[in-house]
Structures are given as structure tokens and as C-alpha cells.
Nanobody
Framework: QVQLVESGGGLVQPGGSLRLSCAAS????????MGWYRQAPGKQRDLVAAITSGGTTNYADSVKGRFTISRDNAKNTVYLQMNSLQPEDTAVYYC??????????????????WGQGTQVTVSS
């Protein structure tokens, strides 16, 4: 059983900062790409930032220069540091990981997993 557990969301004023964390646990063999997505009410879920196992990053244009994604491979954890937050950043943020995990003592497979989502609200 593999789980992604997110933390760090909340209410913040415009211009403020938040740091999201997402820890993967379970019978994990290895983790490939990890990323953060967000979904605002009535909108589709969009990529915010992604990071490969080697540390290469990719950002949505709307967050470049404000958000920073990082990961700790030893802890199977990915982070999203969000600075200069604006009301348009308000959304549910989801963690995603593409990982290989054991389905039995001798068998492994690769799948995408999602966290449960954490609410980020930017408002004065």
C-alpha cells in the first residue's frame, strides 16, 4: 500500500508565504518524477511544478520566480515553497508521484499516485 500525505496548506494574506510538504510511504522501490498540481473551483487540475529524481525542475509560467519545488530523496518527500502568494493562487493543491512499488515480495510495478489535496486560500 502506497500513500502520499500532504501538509502545510492554510489561509494566508496576499504577499505571504506557505510551504507544502508531501511524504510518500509504503512498499516503495524508487520514485521517479514528483510534482504539485492545483485545482481551483470550476477549473481543471493544472501542473504547478515538477521535479525529476535528479533534481531537474519545471514550473508553470504563472508561478515562475515565486514558487520553488524541491525534494528529499532519503525521506521520499517533495516540498513546494510558495512566496508572494496572490488571490489567484487559491486552490486545492495535490501532490503527485510516479513511483515503483512492490505488489508482492518478488513483483513490482510503476504507477502514478496522488495525495488527498490541501487547501491554499490567499485572501485579506
Amino acid at each position: 500500500q502506497v500513500q502520499l500525505v500532504e501538509s502545510g496548506g492554510g489561509l494566508v494574506q496576499p504577499g505571504g508565504s506557505l510551504r507544502l510538504s508531501c511524504a510518500a510511504s509504503g512498499n516503495i522501490v524508487s520514485i521517479n518524477d514528483m510534482g504539485w498540481y492545483r485545482q481551483a473551483p470550476g477549473k481543471q487540475r493544472d501542473l504547478v511544478a515538477a521535479i525529476t529524481s535528479g533534481g531537474t525542475t519545471n514550473y508553470a509560467d504563472s508561478v515562475k520566480g515565486r514558487f520553488t519545488i524541491s525534494r528529499d530523496n532519503a525521506k521520499n518527500t517533495v516540498y513546494l515553497q510558495m512566496n508572494s502568494l496572490q488571490p489567484e493562487d487559491t486552490a486545492v493543491y495535490y501532490c503527485n508521484a510516479n513511483l515503483r512499488y512492490y505488489t508482492s515480495p518478488y513483483t513490482a510495478r510503476r504507477d502514478d499516485f496522488w495525495g488527498q489535496g490541501t487547501q491554499v486560500t490567499v485572501s485579506s
